[in-house]
C-alpha cells in the first residue's frame, strides 16, 4: 500500500491503508488541531530527530481496560508501603524530558523529539495533556505522560530512575482513568511488560469502534488531581 504524504488541511487518510507495520502517512506538523485529529482516529506520530514527521496506526493495538487492570500484591504492598508520594500535572514537563532521556533512549535515539516536546508542552497548556509523577523524598522517580480525549487515554511513554517508581505511575494512572470514568487506555504496542499487567490486543476495526463511541467533543480538562481513593 502506498504511504500518504500529507497536506496542509488536518485530514488523514484512513488508517485501513497502513502499511503492515502501521505506518500511515509522512509530512504534516505538529500543530494542536493536526495531533487532536489524528489521535481520534488512531493515528500517532512517531519518529527520530532528523526524519520527516511520520504517522502511525499499528494493528492489532494494545489497550488497557482499566477495570482489567492487574494489579500484583508485591507492587501493592510498595504502595502501602509509602515510600513513593504521586501527583498528577504537577511536573509535565520534567517528566516529558525525563521519559526523552531515559536510560537507553538516549543512546539509541528517541522519538521524543524537541519538537514533539514543544508540541505535547502545548497540548499540555490546553489541557490534553497529562501526566502521572512519582516521588521519593522530592526527587523525581518515575512517571508517565499521555493524551486524554473525552474518555480515552493515550498513553505516550513512561519512564523510571528508581525500582517500581513508573508501575506505581501506572497504578495511579488506573485509578484516576477510573475516577474520570476513562474506558480505555491506548497502549499503541504491544509490550510483555503491559500484557502481564492486563492489557490486551484489539483488531483496528474494534479499537475505532471504541474511539467512535467514547470520542465526542474533544473538550479540554482541568488539570488532574488524584481522586481521593487514590491517595488512601
Not at 482513568?177 to 499503541?188: E, M, S, T, V
Amino acid at each position: 500500500m502506498p504511504v500518504f504524504r500529507l497536506i496542509d488541511a488536518h485530514i488523514f487518510p484512513d488508517p485501513e491503508f497502513a502499511e503492515p507495520d502501521g505506518l500511515l502517512a509522512v509530512g504534516g506538523d505538529l500543530n494542536p488541531a493536526r495531533i487532536l485529529t489524528a489521535y481520534s482516529q488512531g493515528i500517532f506520530p512517531w519518529y527520530a530527530e532528523g526524519d520527516p514527521i511520520l504517522w502511525w496506526s499499528p494493528a492489532p493495538r494494545l489497550v488497557l481496560f482499566p477495570n482489567e487492570f492487574h494489579l500484583p500484591r508485591r507492587l501493592l504492598r510498595t504502595i502501602k508501603a509509602g515510600k513513593f508520594t504521586v501527583t498528577t500535572d504537577t511536573a509535565f514537563e520534567q517528566v516529558l524530558t525525563a521519559c526523552a532521556t531515559a536510560s537507553g533512549r538516549r543512546e539509541k535515539g528517541t522519538w521524543i523529539t524537541p519538537e514533539m516536546q514543544q508540541a505535547y508542552i502545548r497540548l499540555h497548556g490546553l489541557g490534553f495533556a497529562h501526566s502521572v509523577e512519582c516521588w521519593r523524598e522530592g526527587v523525581l522517580a518515575g512517571g508517565l505522560y499521555g493524551l486524554c480525549l473525552d474518555r480515552i487515554f493515550f498513553g505516550e511513554s513512561m519512564f523510571t530512575m528508581e525500582r517500581d517508581a513508573s508501575k506505581i505511575a501506572l497504578a495511579f494512572l488506573i485509578d484516576q482513568a477510573l475516577h474520570l470514568d476513562i474506558a480505555l487506555i491506548d497502549c499503541q504496542m504491544t509490550t510483555e511488560h503491559l500484557v502481564r499487567f492486563g492489557a490486551r490486543e484489539l483488531s483496528r476495526e474494534t479499537f475505532r469502534a471504541y474511539l467512535d463511541a467514547h470520542i465526542n467533543g474533544c473538550l479540554p480538562q482541568k488539570k488532574w488531581r488524584l481522586p481521593r481513593t487514590a491517595k488512601e
